[in-house]
């Protein structure tokens, strides 16, 4: 008889939601853009840092500056 944890059974049940992974997805960009507004905010950036969150931000930047 197979042991099944809660998890396991969870993952089984959505497993191919993509709305899932979407709402998963944005939680995690959400949590990236708080972090660098943060570091925007205290102007204190860390050793290390998403470097995607990066980019996309030194584009709205550079968008913004743009529209002035």
């Known amino acids: 008889m ?3 944890t809660e998890y396991q059974i969870l ?3 959505f497993s191919g939601n993509n709305d ?3 709402l998963l997805e944005e939680c995690l960009l959400e949590e ?3 972090r660098e507004s943060t570091y925007m905010i205290t102007g204190k950036y860390p050793d290390k840092r998403n470097l995607i ?3 996309m931000t030194d584009l709205k930047f550079n968008e913004e500056r743009e529209v002035k």
């Open 2 to 4: 197979e042991h099944r």
């Open 32 to 34: 990236e853009r708080n």
């Open 20 to 22: 899932l992974y979407k």
């Open 11 to 13: 993952l089984d049940k």
């Open 53 to 55: 969150m990066k980019l």
